[in-house]
């Protein structure tokens, strides 16, 4: 992995730190002499600005790249995963499936090195690099190889805990970033003119790949275990999580309700460890035609994980391959299927980063200002909360939402902000709205 670059205008100069390393292999791509690739990697960083956008081509080929960064190089995971959560709790009142599914989480643990190894890791800094191609979209269900051609990149992981992480991604020229701080999470693309997308804080799923394995002991302690299959010559027992109907109207959106979300683990009768890690998703898109225009998104995945090394005592997966398949039907017409691979490996892993703390996570600005952060949320009416005011003088303010509970919202528009006050300000909600 290249993390320096040389400094082109003083060959006595410091060389130019990557925020993301890159493979050497994507470096070397850019040209014949180190002057010639510096050249082109600055033409390539300008190419992504906003002036630039009125190509057509430029234009289609950066939301090609951020699809497939979205899909299949950034997925989070719906269900939130606990750290307190106890591998050995009683078993007694549980039923076989599930009794079995924590005795294989059990050996889990034992085979990534243990409990006490595991619990040891506080934060995590890990660096890797992928390899993505993909096939075009395409009408039925037969098979379609990807194209020959793959988008080289590299990332770099932080993570405190699992909903407390950020990700910062480079493909071919394309840079995406994403990251939970505890209270939502979001994703932006450094060329991407609409709104930073956010969301309540999930894992995300490149942790669940091998390479976190508490986060993955934790996630599985209330599968159920439905069976053996054999994963590459390897006999696995199968668990399976299904979300609930709460936690998906929860994570649905205004233009989008997720049908069902289902996650399997294969975990290796021989060896205790997670082989393959799946999960499959089916999304409704509204539109404004009614529901028989919605369009319906199933998208599966399926990660392949290979190559586990000790690092620092804790077992993890260093190398894999994932495999996405999106389906695309609705809005009166036929099928289409798109097939994804990633390759992907790690390059390096720190545990308990010296330093690490919760303003590493912070959002990015845009998300800060035109909103409310809630200190306390799930307050009910009649009590106090405490609010930092994000907005400015200049912010025209909107209707903001308050839940009070799970079927309840109420609109109101903040007299603080209205004034432009700036800090924090003590308020007690009422009926039809609140008080300073």
Same mark, same amino acid.
């Given at each position: 992995?290249?993390?320096?670059?040389?400094?082109?205008?003083?060959?006595?100069?410091?060389?130019?730190?990557?925020?993301?390393?890159?493979?050497?292999?994507?470096?070397?791509?850019?040209?014949?002499?180190?002057?010639?690739?510096?050249?082109?990697?600055?033409?390539?960083?300008?190419?992504?600005?906003?002036?630039?956008?009125?190509?057509?081509?430029?234009?289609?080929?950066?939301?090609?790249?951020?699809?497939?960064?979205?899909?299949?190089?950034?997925?989070?995971?719906?269900?939130?995963?606990?750290?307190?959560?106890?591998?050995?709790?009683?078993?007694?009142?549980?039923?076989?499936?599930?009794?079995?599914?924590?005795?294989?989480?059990?050996?889990?643990?034992?085979?990534?090195?243990?409990?006490?190894?595991?619990?040891?890791?506080?934060?995590?800094?890990?660096?890797?690099?992928?390899?993505?191609?993909?096939?075009?979209?395409?009408?039925?269900?037969?098979?379609?190889?990807?194209?020959?051609?793959?988008?080289?990149?590299?990332?770099?992981?932080?993570?405190?805990?699992?909903?407390?992480?950020?990700?910062?991604?480079?493909?071919?020229?394309?840079?995406?970033?994403?990251?939970?701080?505890?209270?939502?999470?979001?994703?932006?693309?450094?060329?991407?003119?609409?709104?930073?997308?956010?969301?309540?804080?999930?894992?995300?799923?490149?942790?669940?790949?091998?390479?976190?394995? %508490?986060?993955?002991?934790?996630?599985?302690?209330?599968?159920?275990? #439905?069976? @053996?299959?054999?994963?590459?010559? /390897?006999?696995? *027992?199968?668990?399976?999580?299904?979300?609930?109907?709460?936690?998906?109207?929860?994570?649905?959106?205004?233009?989008?309700?997720?049908?069902?979300?289902?996650?399997?683990?294969?975990?290796?009768?021989?060896?205790?460890?997670?082989?393959?890690?799946?999960?499959?998703?089916?999304?409704?898109?509204?539109?404004?035609?009614?529901?028989?225009?919605?369009?319906?998104?199933?998208?599966?995945?399926?990660?392949?994980?290979?190559?586990?090394?000790?690092?620092?005592?804790?077992?993890?997966?260093?190398?894999?391959?994932?495999?996405?398949?999106?389906? %695309?039907?609705?809005?009166?017409?036929?099928?289409?299927?798109?097939? #994804?691979? @990633?390759?992907?490996?790690?390059? /390096?892993?720190? *545990?308990?980063?010296?330093?690490?703390?919760?303003?590493?996570?912070?959002?990015?600005?845009?998300?800060?200002?035109?909103?409310?952060?809630?200190?306390?949320?799930?307050?009910?009416?009649?009590?106090?909360?405490?609010?930092?005011?994000?907005?400015?003088?200049?912010?025209?303010?909107?209707?903001?939402?308050?839940?009070?509970?799970?079927?309840?919202?109420?609109?109101?528009?903040?007299?603080?902000?209205?004034?432009?006050?700036?800090?924090?300000?003590?308020?007690?909600?009422?009926?039809?709205?609140?008080?300073?």
């Amino acid at each position: 992995m290249r993390r320096l670059c040389p400094n082109i205008d003083r060959e006595d100069g410091l060389e130019t730190v990557l925020e993301v390393p890159i493979p050497e292999e994507m470096f070397a791509n850019m040209g014949n002499n180190v002057a010639l690739r510096m050249q082109n990697m600055l033409t390539w960083m300008k190419a992504q600005t906003s002036d630039k956008w009125s190509s057509p081509i430029i234009a289609a080929r950066i939301n090609e790249l951020r699809f497939l960064l979205y899909l299949v190089g950034s997925p989070l995971i719906p269900l939130q995963v606990r750290l307190n959560h106890p591998a050995n709790r009683p078993i007694r009142d549980c039923s076989i499936e599930a009794s079995t599914a924590k005795y294989i989480v059990q050996q889990y643990i034992a085979a990534t090195g243990g409990q006490a190894a595991v619990n040891a890791v506080h934060s995590m800094c890990a660096t890797g690099q992928v390899k993505i191609s993909a096939s075009e979209f395409h009408q039925g269900d037969e098979s379609v190889e990807a194209r020959s051609t793959q988008e080289i990149g590299g990332f770099v992981l932080w993570q405190k805990n699992p909903d407390l992480w950020s990700l910062e991604l480079i493909v071919s020229g394309c840079k995406v970033s994403c990251g939970s701080n505890g209270k939502l999470s979001w994703r932006h693309s450094s060329n991407q003119q609409t709104p930073v997308s956010k969301g309540p804080p999930r894992p995300l799923r490149r942790f669940l790949q091998g390479l976190d394995p %508490r986060s993955t002991a934790n996630l599985f302690l209330d599968a159920m275990c #439905i069976g @053996e299959k054999i994963i590459n010559d /390897e006999d696995c *027992f199968i668990l399976k999580l299904e979300t609930s109907p709460a936690l998906r109207e929860a994570q649905s959106g205004p233009n989008f309700d997720i049908i069902h979300h289902t996650i399997w683990g294969y975990f290796s009768q021989r060896s205790g460890l997670l082989i393959q890690f799946e999960d499959s998703r089916l999304l409704r898109m509204k539109t404004a035609k009614g529901e028989d225009a919605d369009v319906f998104w199933e998208t599966s995945t399926e990660s392949v994980m290979e190559e586990y090394r000790y690092v620092d005592g804790v077992n993890i997966a260093h190398r894999g391959k994932t495999s996405v398949t999106v389906f %695309r039907y609705g809005e009166q017409s036929a099928n289409h299927k798109r097939e #994804i691979e @990633e390759t992907w490996k790690i390059e /390096e892993v720190d *545990f308990n980063v010296w330093g690490l703390s919760v303003e590493h996570f912070m959002p990015p600005a845009d998300i800060k200002y035109g909103q409310f952060v809630w200190e306390q949320p799930g307050i009910q009416e009649g009590g106090y909360i405490r609010f930092s005011n994000r907005f400015d003088r200049k912010t025209t303010t909107p209707p903001l939402d308050i839940t009070f509970g799970p079927q309840c919202a109420l609109l109101f528009s903040s007299p603080c902000c209205r004034a432009g006050i700036s800090g924090t300000s003590l308020v007690r909600i009422v009926e039809g709205g609140l008080c300073c």
